[in-house]
């Protein structure tokens, strides 16, 4: 049935009509904004999820940034402990030499003094924005310095925890104090006691050395972990909210034909009523 009152062809033809321009209207926005699901509107539960990532992509980059801090921390002690150690070295072979009666033992004496006093200042100088791993005390009162290392999430909205690298002071200003400890030599007698003692401070160095050693290794591959973990999520949060600009592309052509197709079909009914009065000529 025609009527003249109500035009249902008209109708259709408008509702697709609104239909194909909110659908163009949300590509054009896709496209030029890059982002396919840009508001909670959009995908509630997808863009919940990514608000969450994308806060946690924040803090592990957070992250990196004071693990850099704290290799660089750890590299100026550990560049530090590995001099004493040389310095220890270069005082046993002294120490050893003083074994021969036919030698000065007071010109000995004085280069081990002035090693044990670069080893003193070695130990001052080796700190980073006021942290010393080398001293008894890191930064005056504490003994460990912890690194924060990571973020553990239990469940997609679950309750986060951090996680730290703990690092130790060495405590070389009261272990490696051979200024008042190590035995002065005079003859091969007081040389032989230096000489034990002096391979007890060369031991504790180098342990120390070594875990600082171990330590840094520990923080260089967590800051390549936490790297890619942050491109890895970046990617992931890409490719929930992004926009396929090949597929938007493919869509915008298409919704532009059919927006065309829909004006067209509203003209036609619109000029259906007016048929309607050739029946009464």
């Known amino acids: 049935m025609s009527s003249i009152l109500t035009n249902n062809g008209a109708m259709v033809a408008l509702q697709t009509l609104q239909s194909v321009n909110m659908n163009l209207t949300e590509t054009q926005n896709g496209i030029s904004t890059g ?3 840009g ?15 994308e806060s946690d992509i924040a803090s592990f980059e957070a992250i990196e940034e004071g693990l850099a801090m704290g290799d660089a921390t750890v590299a100026v002690a550990s560049a530090g402990a590995e001099q004493i150690v040389e310095k220890l070295v270069e005082i046993k072979e002294l120490i050893v030499s003083a074994q021969a009666e036919n030698v000065s033992h007071d010109k000995i004496q004085t280069d081990i003094d002035s090693k044990v006093d670069q080893i003193e ?32 999430r239990v469940g997609a909205g679950g309750t986060v925890t951090s996680v730290d690298i703990t690092i130790a002071a060495q405590g070389f200003e009261a272990s490696l104090n051979l200024g008042t400890s190590l035995t002065t030599i005079t003859d091969t007698a007081t040389a032989a006691s230096a000489l034990t003692e002096i391979e007890d401070y060369l031991q504790t160095a180098i342990s120390g050395a070594a875990e600082l050693g171990a330590a840094s290794a520990r923080i260089a591959d967590q800051q390549l972990f936490v790297t890619d973990l942050v491109d890895s999520m970046t990617l992931g949060v ?6 396929n600009m090949e597929e938007a592309s493919a869509r915008l052509s298409a919704l532009q034909t059919q927006q065309e197709l829909a004006v067209q079909s509203l003209g036609i009914a619109n000029q259906a009523p007016q048929a309607l009065l050739q029946l009464f000529q």
């Open 238 to 243: 890409s490719t929930m909210t992004d926009t």
């Open 121 to 152: 200042s070695i130990i001052s100088a080796a700190q980073f924005n006021g942290a010393n791993l080398l001293a008894d005390t890191i930064d005056g009162t504490a003994t460990e310095m912890g690194i924060l290392a990571s973020l553990d």
């Open 39 to 53: 508001t909670a509107k959009d995908n509630a539960a997808v863009w919940a999820i990514s608000k969450t990532m």
């Open 35 to 37: 982002k396919e699901i």
